[in-house]
């Protein structure tokens, strides 16, 4: 199931998927996972939201499974408790408890994998 969740602090609709995600799976600010994103990102010489340093990011941090074959939706009714970070092709959305939580609804996109926050 969908819910429509805008972390950004303006409101805005922009390119900070991993920021809306990671912030409200970790319950941090947006502002306090964007200057961690961007510390780490410019350590590595690497763009925040590329997919190869944001997969590394949660690999270091949380258990990854994928599904490549599967959609978002059918995860979040098949995973209805915790706490996922799941990426698809240029997108990370968060799922909590069963609710794909996001700007807009990616319910029938293909996921890549998940990472379960906790």
Request: proline share 3%; with cysteine; hydrophobic share 30%.
């Amino acid at each position: 199931m969908y819910r429509y969740y805008n972390a950004n602090p303006h409101g805005r609709h922009i390119d900070d998927c991993t920021l809306r995600a990671i912030s409200l799976l970790t319950d941090r600010d947006w502002h306090e996972v964007y200057n961690e994103l961007s510390y780490l990102a410019n350590q590595d010489s690497l763009m925040m939201d590329s997919v190869a340093f944001i997969e590394d990011y949660l690999d270091d941090r949380y258990p990854r499974e994928c599904h490549y074959s599967k959609t978002i939706g059918e995860f979040a009714r098949e995973y209805p408790y915790g706490k996922y970070a799941v990426s698809t092709n240029g997108h990370l959305t968060a799922i909590i408890d069963g609710y794909i939580m996001d700007t807009f609804d990616p319910s029938n996109r293909i996921m890549r994998c998940a990472w379960r926050i906790s």
